[in-house]
Every structure is written in C-alpha cells, then in structure tokens.
C-alpha cells in the first residue's frame, strides 16, 4: 500500500510473506473477522475488511499533529480468517479466535477489521487467552471499552448476533460486568430491558449526553479509570457510533451519534493507555456506503489508532 491521495511515502502494512524481509520493528498484527451472518438486520459487513484495507492507502502513513510516523513501523497483515465460508456460528466464532490469536502472539497490537458485532465475543477471547499467556496468571482480567450508540446485551436465546456480544463475554465467564466501559450510548437507541441488564452488571456507561456535557476527553480518560483493576483492554468500536450522517454504511446509526473529530480523539487517547492491546473496527457494511464515506471513517480510526501505540511504543515508560 502507498500513500496514495495524500501522498507517497512508504507504507507500513506488509503481508507475513512480506514482513520477514522487512528490518523496521513490527507495530502490529492486523487481520478480517469477515463474518456477518448473524447480524440482527441483513447486512454485508463481512466484505468489510478488504474495503478498509483498499481505504487506508488514502491516508498518509504520517501524523503531523504528533511528529509520528507509521512508515518507521510494520503492520504485519494476516489476512482474513475465513469466517465468511463457515456454515455455522460456531465454525465462525472458531475460525476468528484462531486467527486472532496468532495475531496475538507477539505480543505487539492487534487490530481486527470486522465483520459484524459479534466478532468481537472470539476476538476478546483471544485477547483473554493471551493475556493469561504474558502475565503467566490464569485469573488475569481483560476489559472491554466499548464505543457504541447500543448496549449489545440482547438475550443469547438463539445465539450470538451482533446485538449480543457483551452479553455473550459476561455469561461465558470471560469479563466481568465491571470490567466493561461503553461510551456513546444513545439515549433512545436501547430498550429499558438492556438499560437495567448493565446496570445490574455493573457495566459503566457514558452516553452520548454525557460526550457533549463532559467533552471527549474526560469521558475517555474515565472510562479507562473505571478499568483500573484489568490487566489489559481490549477496545471494540461499532462503527454506528457516529452520528448517521457520517457513517451511510453501517445500518444501526441515528442522529446524534459521534462527529469523527469525537471519535478519533476518544480513540487517541484510549489508545494511548499501555494496557489497550487490540482493537476491532466493526458493523461497516460496504453495500450501504456512500462515497466511500463510512470505509474512510473507518480507516481513519485505525489509522489514528495504530499511531497513538507508536507513540507509545516510544515512549515505553
């Protein structure tokens, strides 16, 4: 991948094939949860991953605001987990853990591009898995910061979809409830049912209401305090959290939700916590987009993602 739009320069995203004759450091290890077939509304999130990567190129590998640049780096890219030719769920669910977690196993970052909602219950269970590996602690405890207009918590009485995820971490023991933060619920995007469930969890909230009042910067600076007792974070961001103007692509925004300035900025400094070990980029589906509109936004955020842990990985202390 090149520059492209915004100019040439080198890129950081290699394949595996390529990466082992490549000298720079590796940031990260990006792979696809190509999967949406269990989304509540037909959907074709699961092309979504290579519209992304086909997105990037037009974005500059360098962030000028922070003196950073990602062509200093590798994103080492696993390509897709196959997700989209299981015939089940659970092959499904089997195929992306498999391949998150040999994107996990380095240790560097990992960015998993959806794929719908649910992709994110085998993602985190890797991520859990892995954490239990580098800390050498079979009790280690993952959290999850979700960015997101929704709960996710519906009832699992026909399986995982994407209005579950959350849902389906908390009662297949893998997260606490107080060890999920959400920030950007939408104040008429949820039934009382789903309200009630988090808050009988204990899962903390900020709302879009909660953004506006408080600005972005202190709610994500307190959603990450609210994880002061998780060995690591795994951050998930539902591309509906913007506002509907901004994201044609994904079918569950609304007015009112995030600008992308919001966005990247609660990304940035989730990011730069040293405890955030892997993203995903979920619920953007290519066939509803307009103008590419919702692809970059998406790519954007990974892109601002992928910087905050450079900055990070340079200042280690």
Not at 160 to 176: F, H, I
Not at 286 to 291: F, G, H, M, Y
Request: a negative charge; charged letters at 20%; proline letters at 4%.
């Amino acid at each position: 991948m090149s520059g492209g739009a915004a100019g040439a320069s080198v890129s950081p995203f290699v394949s595996v094939a390529e990466a082992g004759a490549d000298a720079r450091p590796v940031l990260a290890h990006l792979f696809g949860a190509d999967y949406s077939a269990r989304a509540i509304t037909p959907q074709r999130a699961d092309l979504a991953p290579n519209v992304v990567r086909a997105a990037l190129p037009r974005f500059s590998s360098y962030d000028a605001g922070h003196k950073t640049d990602l062509a200093d780096w590798q994103v080492v890219d696993h390509g897709d987990a196959g997700a989209i030719r299981a015939h089940t769920w659970d092959e499904a669910f089997g195929l992306i853990e498999r391949h998150a977690s040999v994107a996990l196993e380095s240790g560097a970052f990992v960015v998993g591009l959806g794929g719908d909602h649910s992709v994110t219950w085998p993602i985190a269970s890797a991520a859990l898995a892995a954490t239990r590996r580098r800390t050498g602690s079979d009790t280690a405890r993952l959290g999850i910061l979700q960015l997101d207009v929704h709960h996710d918590v519906r009832a699992l009485d026909h399986g995982p979809s994407n209005g579950t995820p959350m849902r389906g971490l908390l009662e297949a023991g893998l997260v606490l409830g107080g060890d999920i933060a959400q920030v950007g619920i939408h104040p008429f995007g949820n039934q009382r049912a789903a309200s009630q469930y988090c808050d009988e969890a204990g899962i903390v909230t900020y709302s879009l209401d909660d953004v506006a009042e408080r600005g972005t910067d202190v709610v994500a600076r307190g959603a990450l305090l609210s994880l002061d007792g998780v060995d690591a974070i795994h951050l998930t961001v539902d591309i509906d959290v913007l506002d509907r103007a901004f994201a044609p692509g994904t079918a569950a925004a609304l007015p009112g939700g995030l600008t992308p300035r919001e966005l990247l900025h609660i990304v940035e400094v989730i990011c730069a916590d040293h405890r955030v070990a892997s993203i995903d980029v979920v619920e953007f589906d290519p066939e509803r987009d307009v103008a590419s509109v919702t692809a970059y936004a998406a790519a954007n955020v990974v892109m601002v993602a992928l910087a905050a842990v450079a900055r990070r990985a340079a200042h280690p202390n």
